[in-house]
Structure formats: C-alpha cells, structure tokens
C-alpha cells in the first residue's frame, strides 16, 4: 500500500508539471512573432540558413536597410553568373553585422564581404524591436550570445532571449491567423536570397528640408571598433571587404561629408575599396521619382536593379567576382531562385498596380 501511495504522490507531482512544460511548449512557437505580413524584416536573419544549405556564396552583403532594399541577388546572378546573400536587417547595426558575418563564417566563407557603412553613425544600441528583428531569428551557437550580449538595452536580459516566452507572453490579444499557422509548420520566404523587395512608387519630394548641421561630426568610437574588428577578420579568413554607401540619401537618413571623409581615409589606411553611390546616382541611371517607394529614403525593386547591375559590373572587373553559370548544380538552385523572384515581382507589381491605378 506504501508503494502504491508513493507512485501516486509522485504522479501527482509529475503530471501537473508535464502539463504546464507541455502548455509552454506549445504557447512560445504561437506566441513569438512570425514577422510574415507584420515586419517581415524579422524573417530576413533566419531565411539565410536554408539558402546556404543549398549552396555557397562567394558575395555577402550585411548591413542595414540600405542592402536588403537595394542589392538583389537574383540580377547579379542573371547579368553576371555571381552568387550572392544579403545579411541585413532593420537598423542593422555594426555588431550586428559583424556578428552575422562571424555567424556566416561558421557555414561558408565568402570571396568578398560587402558592407554599407550608413550604420557607423550609431555608438550604441537604439531600439530593442531591432535588436530582436535582427537576433530572434539567428541560430543559437556562442555567435549568438555574443551578439546578444552587445546589443542588448537596459531594459533587456539574455534569458528573454534563451526564453522567449518571457519576452513575448503578453502578446496573447495580438495573435493573427499567421501565429496560429505557422507556429507548427515552415513559414514561407519573404525575401529573395536576403533582399526584399518593394513595388511602390512613392517620389521623392525634391523641395524636402535640409539636413541640419552635424553637432560632432565624429564617428562613434565604438562604431568604428566594430569596423575595425570586421575588417581584422575579413584579412583573417582571405576575404575582400568591400565599403559600400547606397545612393539613398534622405535628409532622415543623411549621409553627411565629414562621415564620408573619414571613411574614405579608413578605407586608404585599410588597403579597402569604399563606393560612395550617391554621386553616381544619375550614371546609375537612379530616378527618384521612379525608382524609390519612401519618397526617397529606400529604393524600390525598379531602382535596386539599377544599382545592382551597376555594382555587378565593378564586382566582376575590379575585384574578380566569379561567374559560376558554367557550375550546372548551381546554376540549377538560381535558375530555381531567380524564377521565384521573378515571380514574387509580377504578383507585388500587379498588389501596387492596382493600389494605385493611373
């Protein structure tokens, strides 16, 4: 009797406890973002995993909004036989980049690394949204949690992050019918290859206010040691860093003379190739009154194009980016890419077409 006394008492511990695992197994995957219709940037950190299982890339960009909405992999390998990946995110910040290469790095180890320096304007992290749009979606590994660790806000903790249920317990009243479906079940791709794409047309309003005056026209310290690092590591693994600025140049997302000054003199002292794209813009053939979906903050799908035949070419004849359409595996995972992307355009083109009929 003792024994069965015993075996109930225990069961009476361990099935309410099995329960309530049980209940929080199935509350975090429905509970977290699925960043589908609703901020698909957060979906652009995890997507990379199954492209770079199906093949390698010899062009990474990582950086923010200024490669994902401008960079288009599915073009460089049409024009030029280059595979490639976009690592951005929303508000990308320097550790944030660096540590997406660090974590690349454990997968494949590119030719030639692409980084678009808008971001080296911020010493410090800004808003915790970004830092999950960026870090919830990124494979756990020690990458990770240092990544975590050096973007975190006040306001954050590492747990929320190895518990995301802490995070996100509350967001009970905000489900959709996308939280429910996916919470199970793979989410679709709402990029292609890292870069997403915009159909809008939204011009640029050429009367718009000036930027006003820098107060400290130095980059921040931390920024730059971020630079620093990711440039140390690129010499380390035989990798050609690339500096990149987009031709975008909205008076919210300035890019002013005295940044551009320090680094062209960074990218001197550094032995690295810096593009500033923002006076090439008409050689580009970048039209703001066609080519942009903000009024001229980012550009849309019709002007990353643009940029990304432009910048193709300089990949292929001043730094010897490799064609690999003579590659038949390959050439069959971007046949399959670019036919995806071509798709996903017509049907985004015909959604703003009839938004805005003319």
């Known amino acids: 009797m003792k024994t069965n006394h015993k075996i109930i008492r225990a069961l009476a511990l361990i099935i309410p406890l099995a329960l309530a695992v049980a209940i929080l197994a199935c509350a975090t995957p429905i509970l977290q973002p699925k960043y589908i219709t609703a901020s698909p940037e957060g979906s652009l950190t ?28 599915a073009v460089l390998w049409q024009e030029y036989g280059i595979s490639s990946y976009v690592r951005g995110g929303a508000q990308q910040l320097v550790w944030h980049s660096y540590y997406m290469l660090e974590d690349a790095l454990r997968y494949e180890t590119p030719k030639i690394v692409v980084f678009n320096v808008l971001a080296l304007k911020y010493g410090e992290p800004q808003k915790e949204a970004y830092n999950r749009l960026a870090l919830d979606g990124m494979e756990w590994s020690s990458v990770k949690v240092k990544a975590i660790n050096a973007s975190m806000m006040e306001e954050e903790s590492l747990a929320s992050y190895v518990w995301p249920l802490l995070r996100y317990h509350s967001r009970w009243n905000e489900l959709t019918a996308e939280d429910l479906k996916y919470a199970f079940e793979d989410k679709p791709a709402v990029s292609d290859s890292g870069y997403l794409m915009q159909t809008d047309i939204v011009p640029e309003d050429p009367s718009g206010e000036a930027p006003s005056p820098l107060i400290d026209p130095t980059l921040p310290a931390t920024a730059m040691a971020y630079l620093d690092r990711m440039t140390a590591l690129c010499k380390e693994k035989g990798i050609e860093l690339i500096l990149i600025k987009a ?11 005295e940044w551009d000054a320090q680094i062209v003199s960074y990218a001197e002292e550094n032995g690295l190739a810096y593009y500033n794209f923002i006076p090439k813009a008409d050689e580009i053939g970048i039209d703001m009154s066609t080519d942009t979906y903000d009024a001229g903050v ?27 359409r003579d590659d038949a595996v390959l050439s069959a995972v971007w046949d399959s890419r670019v036919s995806a992307y071509s798709e996903r355009k017509m049907q985004k083109a015909e959604i703003s077409q009839n938004k805005n009929p003319s």
Do not use: M, Q
């Open 46 to 73: 995890e997507e990379y995993y199954n492209s770079v299982k199906e093949t390698k890339h010899d062009v990474l960009f990582i950086g923010d909004c200024e490669v994902y909405e401008s960079f288009v992999p």
């Open 247 to 257: 031709p975008t140049n909205a008076v919210a997302y300035h890019w002013y003379d």
């Open 298 to 324: 980012h550009l849309n799908v019709y002007g990353a194009e643009k940029l990304t035949k432009y910048f193709g070419k300089i990949l292929k004849e001043a730094h010897s980016a490799p064609d690999r």
